[in-house]
């Protein structure tokens, strides 16, 4: 049955700060994680954020109060039995009464004007269709209250727009951005004692530069970016882009020597908005040819072409001298044997991944099988779409590359591989931490001395902690 290695801690914290529970235990099979604060469950939300992996698990509130102060449980079971942890928690209330009479905790503390510690970004440009995070540290005593402008005029939430509060991190994201969401944006912060603000212009690009007048008048196909033609070694992975605008939305076929090429694991055609691709993701000797791509509607068509060139595998002299000779004593070099059929195998597995937000993280796997095993890529079991993640294959590694994790990338990532002869996976999940908290230093009038201590959740081989004295 599960055994619980490290229990629930009791935990007293200010109103209005973050408030981290965590528990790491052991079991065969892997448990399943159940969260309670006193007799009722506790989901996943947009107060609550719960975090599982194999032998860890963790409860988050971004922002506490006092009536978050009770009882909390946390429960670990399989078929072989369950076993479970309780910690208090007590959030003490920012003012004594409701006549702004400062507890004695905050009395302690000097009064300080809003002070950003690390500013917004000034700029940033981004691409259409991609999630734009802005992010903010600030301090101040009393704590400051904050509003974020666009164009000077108040932001509020909205499922495209997530604002966070987390300790000191004030933090702004736009889920998917569109031009219309370029402007200035601007985080204030205000408490009795000042105002503080910092401002962030951001660009987003469109991802079509058609002109006003296009989109409400026919305009025949326009390449703006043509193929070119390109040159690869046998066996490297090949792909052909363009980009071309037009007004109703052209229908693009793609061409090879002449001949209609249709999607396929060997040749997959892709397109997002004005971009078109083509990827090859092996190529051979017999791929060399002529590459055309035709943009039709009903304002009239237009083609760009390339030439892709296939270089043979280079093989070594002594290997040639060999080959040589038994081609002389068997069979025309023509003549071989088709390669024995098999079942994907992943020779190279990735791992569960814990990391911050902001971190890059990639996930690489090698995969052999003949005929070549086509490879998806999966997020909590649903097909992988987002922009935001970059896929790759290199020979017999493919690669999912995460250039930015937000905490709703938190999940289970999977990669399937089929042929004719079987299918394979592998998955992992990857968790991310909440950010640390960053601790003001008090004025010269506090005369004690405090020591602050953060333990963090281990990492494979290393401990981590996280400490700050104060004066």
Known sequence: MPVIQQPLQDVTAPEGKSLHLEVRFTGSPAPEVIWFRGNNRILPNNMYKITVTANFSSLDIREAFSDDSGSYTVLVRNVAGETSSVCQVVIEPFYSSPGDEVSQASADMEAQPPQFVQKLTPSKEVPEGTRVRLDCILVGHPEPEVIWLKNEKPIKESPDIQLLFEGDRCTLII???????????????????????????????????????????????????????????????????????????PEVQWFKDNHPLESSPDFQITAFADVHSLTIPEVFEEDTGNYAVRAVNRAGEASCAARLTVDPEEVPQDEMDRDKVQRREARPFFQREQPKAS???????????????????????????????????????????????????????????????????????????????????????????PPLPLIPAPGPAVQRRQEVTMELPDTPGQRSSWSESEM
Not at 203 to 225: G, I, K, L, N
Not at 349 to 373: A, I, L, N, S, W
């Open 175 to 249: 889920r998917e951005a569109i031009p219309n969401d370029s402007g200035h944006f601007k985080c204030v912060a205000q408490n009795p004692h000042g105002v503080a603000e910092s401002v962030c212009k951001l660009h987003v690009e469109p991802v079509s530069e058609m002109s006003d007048a296009s989109v409400t008048e026919p305009a025949a196909p326009r390449f703006t970016q043509p193929l070119r033609d390109q040159k690869a070694k046998s066996g490297h992975r090949v792909c052909l882009q363009c980009r071309v605008l037009g007004h109703p939305l």
């Open 343 to 433: 079942p994907p195998e992943m020779k190279r597995r990735f791992q569960d991944v814990y990391t911050r937000p902001g971190e890059c993280v990639v996930f690489e796997c090698e995969v052999t099988g003949t005929p070549k095993p086509k490879v998806t890529w999966q997020f909590n079991g649903k097909p992988l779409v987002s922009q935001d993640y970059s896929v790759s294959m290199e020979g017999n590694t493919h690669r999912l590359t995460i250039p930015e994790v937000f905490d709703e990338d938190a999940g289970r990532f999977s990669v399937h591989a089929e042929n004719p002869s079987g299918k394979t996976s592998c998955s992992a999940l990857l968790s991310v931490a």
